[in-house]
């Protein structure tokens, strides 16, 4: 499963840096999350990363992330991944990009992230797009407790 480009050919525009910035803190600060990064850099960032508390999950899981595109269009991608301990992951997406395929807002449900449905949200600021995908993980990690028998 691919995220939007960073612009190539121009369907996203170029990186909005200032609001990665905001969600970098936003996310640093919530107790869910172990570490964020910048990739390449925090002077010129095209991504964010947040790794998720591994102690919240069990040992099933062995890491879990969340990746986070923003473009200055105010399209976005926030790709949650879990790394299995089988090897495996399971991964979905919230995205907001121009495609041919299905709607501007859509979303790639798990476990594989392939197959694709319309997605509708009340608002997309980042500030709502980012606690409506942290009010979708929470859940996920309840389940696998439940799942685990723990």
């Not at 200032?18 to 803190?25: A, D, K, M, Y």
């Not at 999350?33 to 925090?42: L, Q, Y």
């Amino acid at each position: 499963m691919n995220p939007p480009g960073n612009g190539e050919g121009g369907s996203t525009g170029p990186p909005d840096r200032q609001t990665l910035r905001l969600l970098e803190g936003v996310l640093a600060e919530d107790p869910t999350v172990a570490t964020t990064e910048f990739e390449p850099n925090g002077s010129e960032p095209t991504l964010l990363r947040a790794s998720f508390e591994t102690d919240r999950y069990p040992d099933t899981v062995e890491a879990a992330r969340l990746d986070v595109r923003w473009f200055a269009s105010g399209d976005f991608s926030m790709h949650y991944v879990e790394t299995l301990a089988d090897g495996d992951r399971w991964e979905c997406r919230w995205d907001r990009h121009p495609n041919p395929h299905d709607g501007r807002l859509h979303f790639h449900r798990p476990p594989t992230g392939d197959e694709v449905e319309a997605l509708e949200m009340a608002a997309v600021h980042p500030l709502d797009v980012t606690a409506t995908v942290l009010a979708a993980v929470e859940p996920r990690i309840e389940g696998h407790w439940s799942a685990d028998g723990s």
